[in-house]
């Protein structure tokens, strides 16, 4: 299977992940007081807007990633649908999110399930870069070692702050939530850092 | 990241947004006399095909834009994902309005809420544009800047159109939809004055 | 928009909604006698066969019809769709159908919904080549007028037949469905008939 | 119909059939003791990750056989909608799966019915092959009859292995639910004997 089907396949899932997130936003059945009701579903749009900004950066440092592979095999395709098992599980952890957050009970359990499934994407996709990297054998020739382990540094510090946003959130649940949404805007935003480490300027490949 | 692949997970995106569309449309559960209890359903249809041409003429509007743009960025890739986020939300607003209309109640909130996330995206792809060709970095070198504007003001004309049809709908509600219908079919059918503009016919890329 | 992407985004709509049809199959909440109750369910697992080969089916026609078509238009676009719009729209006459089946009322309505949405689709198919072939404007120079005519007269065959079963349907369900069945086994067998005419054995583009 | 666009199209049905697998795992409505309600779930993380590998092995499997098939059809792009049509139908028999196991009805009758649908998939996938080599005449020319054999004799194995998974199940259904995993977990490892057989190395086509 070459990587060019895998990407395919993965940015297929990712993009269904992402649109199924509305299918969790229910309409209210009672439509008097609109205004008031559709106000009452702010969890359901914060949890909404959150996980649609991760997906879609998950997609993003995906695809960035998969530039640098240049051969597939076995385990590598057992640590993708790893990947994407627990990214296309992400719409039931941001229901259950969005729902603690409606009830008020409940929440710091929820912030910590939520963090501890996109830590769980984030080790599957430390883990696929570790394959690819060990002896080289599955990235471009292009690619320096050195700049490979620069590359896994990067992209371990993302399982490190959610680790760190998780445990905040078991304590206070807000704080968990704003240390995500914080990674998620400090991952878009163009800083320079970031645009010059990993996932910023990979070479083209086509 | 090129722009192929936005290109491809946009794409996907749209096509399961429009056709989640369905899953709003529900069955009745009894189904005695049933042409009573599938006419007394038109409301969803009317939302169900307003919503479909809708995310469908935005995937042929993105389509068309993109053809004019030759490079991507961070922030490219970010105003993409909160465009995409807010045409993933239509089947949301578009299942409230059918319900509004079926219950006869709240109408207006409902024609209104539908419309401002019309206008989001709207804002979005606005955004994107202008953050393209910001001093014409991300554009193809034969777009002419001049050009580049003129698109702009082409696309400034759908949200402010669609910001009256949601001010009516405050006011009258089918007004409200009738307005958005129009703007519908103003674009898809192939008027002289929007071919000679931005997305008639734009230069084939491939 | 080239005709390239367009068959992208419907290629996804297709698949989509063929993949959404099991949505509409609900599992029983009690669990005990099992067997019994998965065997209640065999309107749904019908509804879901026949649904799922006349998608599939709508598929490859859809495509093989665009081999002959080169360049496209709003018009066509436009057509395109709310042919699309059609076929997303099967999962919710699918879920009518399977429900009448198994309440045992409205059966007549439910068949006669079924292929009214059918023969919409039909006709929009229909329109797309008529649009395509006017002037010979959108079609590959190397296919004949009198090729298109004659693929046109194929075409209309289908939504005629589905005509006929939707009235028989009318008067008798099953007889509709198995009208309905024929149908769509016939265009799935390899019929010499079938194969030398339109979509049997269309030029190779790719 | 070119084996690219068939590609094409049953790749996005396996996306969609895996990432629809969450939406059978249903939040909880109370979120007070939300840890111990989330525990209670097990049933249906179990079925979503053993349905989740299964469907990418198909996938996989999938994409592994099309490599060697050169042309295509009007029987093969029927087996291939089968085959697809019982993939998309495995969201269905996870969910009643995970239902039993949450009930504890019904267990024996639920690995069975999951089994049945899994050697129905895997019925179809060797009729697909059997045709494809039916004389060697949509196979690619490079590939020996003697290997086309082979491959078939491997792929025979998956419904033989998953019916004795299944008859297992109807007696012990803990007993079938393993044997399904080890088949799963054979398949996804890198063992050797299997990366020498049909679906491990296949030759490169693009």
Known sequence: VGTHRIEAFSDAVF????????????????????WHRLGELWPNYLAYVISFLLIGLAWANHHAMFQYIAHSDHVLLLLN???????????????????????????????AFYGGIVILGGLFFN??????????????????????????????????????????GLIQ??????????????????????????HGSPPRRR
């Open 127 to 168: 883990a696929l870069w570790m394959w690819a990297r060990h002896d080289h054998h599955l990235l471009r020739a292009d690619l320096t070692p050195a700049s490979a382990r620069a590359i896994q540094r990067v992209y371990l510090v993302g399982p490190i702050f959610y680790l760190i946003g998780t445990v905040l």
């Open 15 to 34: 993009a269904i992940a992402v649109t199924l997130l509305v299918l969790d936003v229910h309409r209210p059945d009672d439509t008097d007081r609109l």
């Open 81 to 111: 649908t790893l990947l994407l098992m627990a990214t296309a599980f992400l719409p039931f952890s941001t229901s259950v999110l969005a729902q603690a957050l409606s009830t008020g009970d409940g929440e710091r359990s929820a912030v």
């Open 173 to 198: 649940p807000i704080a968990g939530l704003v240390v995500f949404a914080f990674l998620i805007l400090l991952y878009w935003l163009p800083l320079p850092v970031l645009t010059k480490s990993g």
